[in-house]
């Protein structure tokens, strides 16, 4: 099957746009004062998929001077999370209303994190090995490609760096190469 990529963008930031605006989808809403002054403590928590929480060793030790890309993963939740444990975060989404929940969690909290608008294929805002640490939750399922998407997170992952990511894709064990 051959989809038209650039309407499948498009389709999506359409509908996360309408989701943010609709409030009552869960990924959409922004994470309380609370989940972030806990952050701050050192007591925190993200998820890639559903509600189980990501296991902590699966990121650094320390996040403090960690540089994150939190990939197709706006909303106000994991990129904000993961500024207040000390993480210097990027968050990376095609919905600028998904991208306006990370800003308002930032504004409010006083975290500092940089948002930036586009395809999850094409990372080209971001030098190569820009990233100690690339989140990409389930997201990558709304794309009926993903090898760019690997491919791009692989070129802006430092070495020996960590990529989180869920996918629903039924191919597995493909390298990633760039």
Not at 132 to 150: Q, R
Request: charged letters at 25%.
């Amino acid at each position: 099957m051959t989809y038209d990529l650039d309407a499948v963008v498009a389709h999506n930031r359409a509908a996360w746009d309408r989701e943010v605006d609709g409030g009552s989808n869960e990924w959409t809403v922004p994470v309380g004062s609370d989940v972030i002054t806990a952050a701050r403590a050192g007591q925190w928590s993200v998820v890639l998929i559903g509600h189980d929480p990501v296991p902590r060793d699966w990121f650094p030790a320390e996040l403090t001077g960690v540089d994150v890309l939190c990939l197709a993963s706006g909303g106000g939740q994991q990129g904000p999370v993961l500024a207040a444990a000390g993480g210097n975060v990027t968050v990376f989404d095609n919905s600028a209303r998904q991208l306006a929940q990370d800003e308002l969690v930032a504004t409010r909290e006083g975290l500092t994190l940089r948002t930036v608008l586009g395809d999850m294929r094409d990372l080209s805002a971001f030098a190569d090995a820009s990233f100690d640490v690339v989140f990409n939750p389930v997201s990558n399922v709304f794309c009926p490609d993903v090898e760019p998407v690997w491919r791009e997170a692989f070129r802006v992952l430092r070495p020996g760096g960590t990529l989180l990511a869920r996918s629903e894709e039924r191919r597995v064990g493909k390298e990633c190469r760039s």
